[in-house]
């Protein structure tokens, strides 16, 4: 798997990184259905991810965590906007204020992941949301570009069948 291209568009405020996988589109949504798959690959190495809640159906909510080497701990919520097997799915981080700003003070708001298939396997893109021109700067600066294009890097090992 590789990633082919990460394209950021301040004016839409989103940011979308695509990757080529050696998968079918319905294997390629496994890794985001199969909670233990998504463990596997989502957080960035020395991160692990734990799932708590894994409800993906439009409607539903995935709720997992991440901690780190020397203790950190970070918790995410996402609401299931919407989830079309096995091309579409829809996220929003939702532990927003009253405002609907996220109230961890991430400045993403929206993911959509979409898989399309095609000649070499499938293609996933994700493209990310940002609530500001300043939010979607803040978020690059810290590196979300990097980390997110490590994350799609791990998914090779999970779907050769061993762990990353």
Known sequence: ??????????EALTMTVTAQLDATAERAWLLWADPRQFEQ????PGYPVTVVDHEL????????????????HHDSTWE???????HRLEL???????????????????MVVTIDANDGGAAMAIRT???SLE???????????EGMCMVLDQIDAVLAGTPA
């Open 1 to 10: 798997m590789s990633v082919t291209s990460v394209e950021k568009d301040p």
């Open 41 to 44: 690959w989502w957080g960035p």
């Open 57 to 72: 159906r439009t409607g539903g909510r995935i709720t997992f965590s991440m901690a780190g080497d020397e203790g950190e």
């Open 80 to 86: 299931v906007l919407a989830a079309e097997p096995p």
């Open 92 to 110: 929003r981080d939702a532990d927003v204020d009253e405002d609907g700003r996220p109230n961890d003070g991430n400045s993403m708001t929206v």
């Open 129 to 131: 949301s940002f609530d």
């Open 135 to 145: 939010g979607m700067e803040q978020v690059l600066a810290m590196g979300v570009e």
